[in-house]
């Protein structure tokens, strides 16, 4: 199984901040990582996919990059809103599989 | 707009069984391949299985291989998940969520339903 490791699992970050959450899998997965943000209590809702394009109706201050095994979510500004966890998951083999995580908190 | 709404969780004794059930609407269900992702309490996101647009072809997380059955009901827009034998492991809430790929299914999910939560307990 491919894993997925995502760093820092908690971030504490005040409103207007620039946010980076990373992800490391432990194989090449080429640009086949989506991200998610789930809400306490919510169901996740898609991010990015294909490692770099934005979901639908996505706030274009989340941005995602890389390829290989090394990605990385954006977030320019962070809105009061943006206060969530975030996944990864990689597509490029089965099992599908999530990295465990980010908390992004209020400082 | 899209809809997924999950039924049929409650609390299990170890050992027995549950079918969820998954109701879509606002979309072509018979076009878009479908998904059973996990929760435990507390504890991140897990795939759990796969099933194509047309039903022809399953795919499963080797812990719930034999032990779960995903199907679907084209003409009812509905999707189950079949688990048997259920351990204190499988506590989790169990959401049905879209692929986002019509036809041939692309692995990541771009709707996911509220979820319906299975407690295995005796």
């Known amino acids: 199984d491919i894993q997925m490791t995502q760093s820092p699992s908690t971030l504490s970050a005040s409103v207007g901040d620039r946010v980076t959450v990373t992800c490391r899998a432990s194989q090449n997965i080429d640009v086949w990582l989506a991200w998610y943000q789930q809400k306490p209590g919510k169901t996740p809702k898609l991010l990015i996919y294909?490692?770099?394009s934005l979901g639908s109706g996505v706030p274009s201050r989340f941005s995602g990059s890389g390829s290989g095994t090394d990605f990385t979510l954006t977030i320019s500004s962070l809105q009061a809103v943006d206060f969530a966890t975030y996944y990864c998951?990689?597509?490029?083999?089965?099992?599908?599989?999530f990295g465990q995580g980010t908390v992004v908190e209020i400082k | 707009q899209v809809q997924l709404v999950e039924s049929g969780g409650g609390v299990v004794q170890p050992g027995r069984s549950v079918r969820l059930s998954c109701t879509a609407s606002?979309?072509?269900?018979?076009?878009?391949?479908m998904h059973w992702v996990r929760q435990a309490p507390g504890r991140g996101l897990e795939w759990v299985a796969a099933i194509w647009f047309d039903g022809r072809k399953k795919e499963y997380a080797s812990s719930m291989q034999g032990r779960f059955t995903i199907s679907r009901d084209n003409s009812k827009k509905t999707l189950y998940l079949e688990m048997n034998n259920l351990g204190t492991e499988d506590t989790a809430v169990y959401y049905c969520?879209?692929?986002?790929?019509?036809?041939?299914?692309?692995?990541?999910?771009?709707?996911w339903g509220q979820g319906t939560r299975v407690a295995v307990s005796s």
């Open positions: 606002g979309f072509s269900f018979a076009s878009r391949g």
């Open positions: 294909k490692a770099s």
């Open positions: 969520a879209r692929d986002y790929s019509s036809g041939y299914p692309a692995f990541f999910f771009d709707y």
């Open positions: 998951q990689q597509y490029s083999a089965n099992p599908w599989t």
